[in-house]
């Protein structure tokens, strides 16, 4: 358990970056368990091969990273990795040299943008020219097997795909199934991201008083993310006062005020494309909580830590979800979205639902395993009220139960 104290950062520290700890060994290993991982779902589920177009999915099966949010809504680059046969990547335009450092790459192309903004009144045209290049590879490597898993996909390929003896499966479940569970070398990554996410939490930290806005305090994160080799930060997720209720108000210009909750959620991408995913909750000005503030950070925790324990292998989401700490009523429609999560290159498989009604509407079942890597979450709001906590740990599953991959401290004083 993380003690309340504050560790602030001399005037060196705030200078010096992070030394890098992995290794390119560490690196290459981890390439390599993560492109099996995906050639062992295409053997399972009968797939010849999977292509890919979202970013996050070719950095997971190839390590290849190129504007990576960029490509996320323009459909410029995309990947086919087969089940016995080659990774062929198609690059944004003069883009081949990205990859030239990546052993699980065998060959690059040009892609060929049918997406409306590079094809415009063109798009039809260019999708079937696309199509054909693809059934190609697939009829050359797919040894007669035409059946394709596609990440997303938009609908004028389809037929253009089917009308060439193509049999389209979806391709994301087999994607987070591959990544649901963590290799060693995977771990030492999320590790690493971990670390520089919690420089960027003690950075704000340390900066935050009185009179500065939240995108002040905000910007120290993405600041030391950025310098450490970190990418992006998939939300804005940090609130002060009375914008802490209901949660995710996104980060702001408003002033924070001495003694006012300051909440805040990482979803960081940072180095090696990995995700650390940690909320906490301080006052501004690290004064002492009002008797309120420290019922509902009292009553987060309680959350956080009930769930930690009960997290083992082998329990199914169902049986997690039945044992999960009961939010009581007067802070249920102020819940969070689901219990838990898993997480690795973004947020992934599995979301677990909360008991009732969630779990009949959204609810599915499935198993915990060793090496997966969850966040267990909490947002305890009253109604109405004046300010809410939000408290999320980034934990390991092992044998024996779950740890935390976090060590940034919870305010153990606030519990009393």
């Known amino acids: 358990m993380q003690d309340n104290k504050n560790t602030y950062l001399n005037d060196s520290a705030r200078d010096t970056p992070l030394k890098n700890p992995i290794s390119d060994e560490t690196h290459r290993a981890a ?36 504007m990576q949010v960029w490509t996320a809504h323009n459909a410029s680059r995309y990947a086919m990795v087969f089940a016995n046969g080659p990774v062929i990547i198609w690059e944004f335009h003069n883009c081949e040299h990205l990859c030239n450092h990546l052993e699980t790459v065998d060959e690059v192309r040009n892609a060929i943008n049918w997406a409306y903004f590079g094809a415009g009144p063109r798009v039809s045209e260019k999708a079937r020219e696309w199509a054909a290049e693809i059934v190609g590879l697939l009829r050359h490597y797919g040894g007669g097997n035409m059946r394709l898993a596609v990440d997303k996909m938009e609908p004028v390929a389809v037929p253009c795909l089917i009308g060439l003896g193509v049999e389209l499966l979806q391709g994301q479940p087999l994607l987070e199934q591959a990544r649901a569970i963590k290799s060693a070398q995977e771990l030492e990554l999320i590790k690493w991201t971990i670390q520089v996410c919690e420089r960027g939490m003690q950075r704000m930290s340390d900066e935050l008083r009185p009179g500065m806005t939240e ?44 003694g006012e909750i300051i909440a805040f959620d990482t ?7 990995y995700c650390a995913d940690i909320s906490r909750s301080w006052t501004v000005g690290h004064v002492s909580p009002k008797p309120e503030q420290r019922r509902l950070y009292r009553t987060a925790y309680e959350q956080i830590r009930h769930n930690m324990d009960i997290l083992r292998p082998g329990l199914t989401f169902g049986e997690f979800t039945d044992k999960a700490w009961r939010i009581p009523d007067e ?3 102020n819940r969070y979205c689901c219990v838990a999560h898993g997480i690795g290159m973004a947020d992934e498989y599995p979301a677990i639902a909360h008991a009732g009604d969630d779990w009949d509407r959204a609810g599915y079942d499935g198993v915990f395993e060793e090496n997966m890597t969850i966040c267990i979450e909490s947002c305890i ?3 109405g009220g004046e300010e809410g906590i939000k408290l999320e740990e980034h934990v390991l599953i092992t044998r024996d139960g779950c740890v935390p991959l976090s060590s940034f401290h ?4 606030w519990l009393r």
């Not at 991982?37 to 099966?61: E, G, M, S, T």
């Not at 600041?223 to 995710?248: A, D, Y």
């Not at 919870?410 to 004083?413: N, P, Q, V, W």
């Open 31 to 66: 390439r390599a368990y993560r492109l099996q991982r995906v050639r062992d779902q295409l053997v399972k589920n009968d797939c010849a091969a999977a292509l890919l177009y979202d970013p996050v999915n070719i950095r997971y099966a190839t390590d290849a990273s190129n």
């Open 215 to 258: 995108n002040e305090l905000w910007a120290w994160l993405h600041f030391e993310s950025i310098r450490h080799g970190g990418e992006w930060i998939e939300t804005r997720l940090l609130s002060s006062g009375p914008r802490t209720n209901p949660w995710m108000q996104e980060s702001s210009d408003r002033v924070m005020q001495e």
């Open 267 to 273: 979803d960081m991408i940072g180095p090696y494309g």
């Open 331 to 333: 802070f249920y429609k």
């Open 381 to 383: 709001a009253v109604e």
């Open 410 to 413: 919870f305010e153990l004083d």
